[in-house]
């Protein structure tokens, strides 16, 4: 089949997912690409004339390769040959300069800045698209060259902002502009301040365009929705499921992931999970409610040849489920249970969603619980009480314990079901 019969632009997120099983992975196993050692890289891809699905994630679902790979497919992170640095990229830029410059700047965003390796590619791939298009309308010159001569400021101006009209119309929102306009800016950024640049030639380019991230129509499952869900639950890997999902907000690949040593089970107050990488970085979710449910489901996998993870799977390179088959089951729950939004059923993210919503709720219901310490404080309201009166460390065990009620209301009468 030709690129041009796949339609990439006519597939839903999910429809692609099934394409990865359908087509990709086929090709991948034929071409002795395992794809339980990683996930393919954009050259493969390119090679066997899925070059197409890169556009259809960016333009259409705002995803990178990688994020559609790792966090909707449940491949690991690793390709097959690559390594975490800039030499074995392919930069497809001609100008040496150009592309030390880039490296130098991403060093220094990746050591000092502390960023996630995945943000750092991230960048990475779309400072090097910019360089690219820079070339191709202006010739193999650095980047940089100009920076340190005040009078080529309008020109240079004038050279930047033509790339930038290349990409207006390669990138169909105005989120996939911004993100590329705000890494380039910072690029340049960098060299002003610590490259002895005398100017950045995009500055005040946003109001050229005039480009706005719309408001996210991020739809969730309401209360009676999850409630419903848990319900249909019938094993306690089921529960657990859910929970992860709509009570500790965990993103699908990371529920699929679980293991039982990311767990610190103190004590009721500082029960966490611990990961030692998210999508920003490190981190830790608090799991204020559920632990009866992890614990028997600890107790059901324990003994001989159990590995640690929560949702184990045999025909798994991994050892554990997918991302995808977190989402499945949620929406196999979802359909048990009659549930849908906006006459859809409901995905794994919008379970996840939940746990923002109910957590907002708990912030305002904790605000509407200090009116009465701002009255006897003669406060005008409960935001000065909670900025000036409450200590970081009490205003975190209020927000964790209105939290905490919130989920006990949604959760707490099912949990002990037959």
């Known amino acids: 089949m030709s690129e041009s019969q796949y339609q990439w632009s006519r597939k839903s997120l999910d429809e692609l997912v099934d394409f990865y099983y359908s087509e990709i992975r086929p090709a991948m196993r034929e071409g002795d690409y395992d794809p339980d050692h990683g996930r393919p890289s954009y050259e493969w891809l390119a090679d066997h004339g899925f070059s197409g699905l890169s556009y259809a994630l960016q333009e259409h679902h705002d995803l990178t390769i990688k994020e559609f790979f790792v966090e909707e497919v449940g491949l690991g992170d690793d390709i097959p040959g690559d390594s975490d640095h800039d030499s074995v990229y392919d930069w497809s830029v001609r100008n040496d300069e150009t592309v030390t410059a880039i490296k130098t700047y991403l060093s220094t965003q990746r050591d000092r800045g502390e960023l996630a390796e995945s943000t750092v590619k991230s960048r990475r791939s779309r400072l090097a698209e910019y360089a690219r298009i820079y070339e191709q309308l202006h010739g193999a010159v650095s980047l940089t060259r100009t920076l340190d001569d005040i009078e080529e400021r309008s020109s240079e101006n004038d050279r930047c902002m033509e790339v930038f009209d290349v990409l207006k119309t390669r990138l169909s929102t105005d989120q996939s502009r911004l993100k590329y306009l705000g890494d380039v800016q910072q690029f340049y950024d960098y060299q002003v301040r610590f490259q002895g640049a005398k100017y950045n030639p995009l500055d005040g380019a946003n109001d050229q365009f005039r480009w706005e991230i719309d408001t996210p129509d991020n739809k969730t499952v ?15 890997e089921e529960e657990l499921l859910v929970l992860a999902l709509g009570a500790w907000g965990l993103r699908p690949n990371e529920v699929a992931s ?85 006459g859809e059923t409901p995905t794994a993210k919008m379970g996840r969603r939940f746990w923002y919503t109910t957590y907002n709720e708990a912030v305002k219901q904790m605000m509407e619980g200090l009116e009465g310490i701002a009255a006897d404080q003669g406060s005008s309201s409960t935001e000065i009480v909670s900025q000036n009166y409450l200590s970081e460390g009490e205003k975190r065990r209020y ?11 949604v959760f707490a009468e099912l949990s002990n079901k037959e």
């Not at 324990?302 to 088959?325: C, K, M, N, V």
């Not at 989402?327 to 249970?337: D, P």
């Open 222 to 236: 309401d209360i009676e929705g999850m409630r419903a869900i848990y319900e249909a639950a019938e094993s306690i």
């Open 258 to 342: 679980l293991t039982l040593d990311q767990f610190v089970l103190d004590d009721d107050e500082d029960n966490r999970i611990v990961f030692e990488q998210r999508k920003n970085g490190p981190g830790e979710v608090a799991v204020l409610f559920g632990v009866d449910i992890l614990k028997q489901r600890i107790v059901d996998l324990d003994g001989p040849g159990w590995d640690g993870h929560l949702f184990p799977s045999g025909r798994s390179a991994t050892g554990h489920i997918t991302a995808q088959t977190v989402t499945n089951r949620f929406k196999q729950l979802a359909e048990t249970a009659g549930v849908t939004v906006e």
């Open 399 to 409: 927000r964790r314990d209105s939290m905490r009620d919130e989920l006990k209301d």
